[in-house]
Structures are given as C-alpha cells and as structure tokens.
C-alpha cells in the first residue's frame, strides 16, 4: 500500500528559484494538507483542500501556492523560494475531514534547504 | 480554535508506564482528542482518539476527564523504540484547521 507518497525527498535551491513539491495519496481522501515543520518545532498548516478544485489557506501560506486538481494529487508550489523556507515539508491526506476517528495519513517528508 | 499545551519533554526508563498530560482549556462540544507519534525524519502517525471518559486500544489508553479540558496519554511498559515527540490535537467538525503544538519530546532510558 502505498498511502500518501512525496517527491522528492531532499532538494536544494537557491534564493529565488521556484518548484514544486509532488503529493499523491492512493486512499480516495477528500482532505489533503500542507505542513511545514522547522526544528524541534511542531507542524505548521500552510494550505489544505478538502476536494478536488477547493482549496484554502492554513496558517502559514505566504510564499506558497497549491492546486488540486484531481483527487489524488496536492502539489506545493514555492514561488520564489527563500531562506526562510528551509524546513522539512510533510503532505497529509484523511477521509472526509479529520474528526470523529478519521485518521490523518502523513507522507515521509520532503527535505527542503535554501541556500 | 482549541489550543493545547503538553509538557516540552519527558523521561522514563524501560517498562515503566508514561503518562503524558495535554491541556485544552478551550475544547469545544464537537471537538475529538487525538494522540500522535512522530519518529526522527518521518510524518507523525495516530495513536488514539477519544472523546470522553478512556478508550484504550493495542498500544496506549486515552483518559479524558469529564469537563474534558485535559487529556492523559498512557503508554504502558515502554521500551527504547516509544522514544519519539508525541502531539496532542484538538479536531472538531467546524473547521479544518488544525492547531499543532511543538509537542512532548518522550526519552526512554535502558
């Protein structure tokens, strides 16, 4: 089973490049996420969707961009990336929202630097 | 939206039972508790879920008071493998925004 998938898992930039972080997930979930997570840090909500052509912002959005297309996939767009923006990057996915035992599924993380 | 506050870190030694307070002052009617683990270098994955009272399930019990303002996560007899950050969330139907604390930072010593 392959459940929530990213790629890629580390990438370099540098300062003002863009690209795109892939998020696929096999499950059928309506409800697809963004975090962030800097060191010794908790998760951080940058943008979710909860279907396919809806999608909103968490709490960290700025610099950051996301569609969704289709169910199964939830790509993260960084414009134009910065220092700032060095941090371990996780997809999650869930059925219908996250509530009432509804568990959130997390991708292994994408390791972003900026240099 | 419901905050929560955990201890920064704890540590235990093997085969002790841990138990590890979250506090959620302002937890609405609707809102579940969930309990997660996260590895180094890996997503967080679910532990359990409750809403009121215990729910116990093949790795940790869940103890939820009745004003639900706290939560207690108890791991039975740990070992070195539960060393991990666990997060407690507050999920409600109103919302899809989920609050994640930095979490409680668990040491298992030998």
């Known amino acids: 089973n392959a459940g929530v998938t990213q790629t890629p898992k580390f990438q370099v930039l540098k300062t003002g490049q863009s690209m795109t972080l892939q998020c696929a997930q096999d499950?059928?979930?309506?409800?697809m996420s963004w975090y962030r997570q800097d060191p010794g840090m908790g998760l951080r909500l940058i943008h979710y969707?909860?279907?396919?052509?809806?999608?909103d912002q968490g709490e960290v959005p700025n610099g950051y961009n996301v569609s969704r297309s289709t169910t199964e996939d939830f790509p993260l767009r960084l414009l134009s990336a910065a220092p700032s923006q060095t941090s371990v990057y996780f997809c999650?996915?869930?059925?219908?929202?996250?509530?009432?035992?509804?568990?959130?599924?997390f991708g292994e993380g994408s390791w972003l630097t900026v240099v | 939206l419901a905050k929560t506050t955990q201890p920064i870190s704890m540590d235990s030694y093997e085969g002790q039972e841990v138990n590890i307070t979250c506090s959620h002052n302002?937890?609405?009617?609707?809102?579940?508790i969930t309990w997660y683990q996260q590895f180094p270098s890996q997503g967080p994955r679910f532990i359990i879920q409750?809403?009121?009272?215990?729910v116990t399930n093949e790795v940790a019990s869940l103890f939820i008071p009745a004003d639900r303002k706290s939560s207690t996560l108890s791991l039975p007899r740990v070992s070195l493998s539960d060393t991990a950050v666990y997060y407690c969330l507050v999920v409600g139907d109103s919302n899809y925004q989920l609050i994640w604390g930095a979490g409680t930072k668990l040491i298992i010593k030998p």
């Open positions: 499950m059928n979930h309506e409800y």
């Open positions: 302002n937890i609405a009617t609707n809102d579940y």
């Open positions: 969707s909860v279907g396919a052509g809806i999608t």
């Open positions: 409750g809403y009121k009272t215990k």
């Open positions: 999650a996915s869930s059925s219908t929202g996250v509530y009432s035992g509804n568990t959130i599924y």
